[in-house]
């Protein structure tokens, strides 16, 4: 059983940044794939960012150049920062946990085991 605590959200205007956390209870956190999502009003889920158990990273089209994902392993933390946010940046944004993928990290919300309660993201123009 993993639990994921999002926190960091809030309120911004545009051109500016916030810095996502999300901290996972239980055991073999290095090992596990995590992943930022983020859904609208409205819309679907989509992905946003992931970073595979080795450390690479890899970005929505729509986030790259703004966006980092990061984590500390030692905390069980993984971090997404986000720079020169945008109105359309604005969703609830969502930590995932996929445990068993060795290499890589999957952009589809299917292949995550545990999700994490979101945390809101509001970017005013």
């Known amino acids: 059983q993993v639990q994921l605590v999002e926190s960091g959200g809030g309120l911004v205007q545009a051109g500016g940044s916030l810095r996502l956390s999300c901290a996972a209870s239980?055991?073999?956190?290095?090992?596990?794939?995590m992943g930022w999502f983020r859904q609208a009003p409205g819309k679907e889920r989509l992905f946003v960012a992931a970073?595979?158990?080795?450390?690479?990273?890899y970005y929505a089209d729509s986030v790259k150049g703004r966006f980092t994902i990061s984590r500390d392993n030692a905390k069980n933390t993984v971090f997404l920062q986000m720079n020169s946010l945008k109105p359309e940046d604005t969703a609830v944004y969502y930590c995932?946990?996929?445990?068993?993928?060795?290499?890589?990290?999957?952009?589809?919300?299917?292949?995550?085991?545990?999700w994490g309660q979101g945390t809101q993201v509001t970017v005013s123009s």
């Open positions: 970073i595979s158990r080795n450390y690479g990273t």
């Open positions: 995932a946990a996929d445990l068993n993928r060795r290499y890589g990290i999957s952009e589809g919300e299917y292949a995550y085991d545990y």
């Open positions: 239980g055991r073999a956190f290095s090992s596990h794939a």
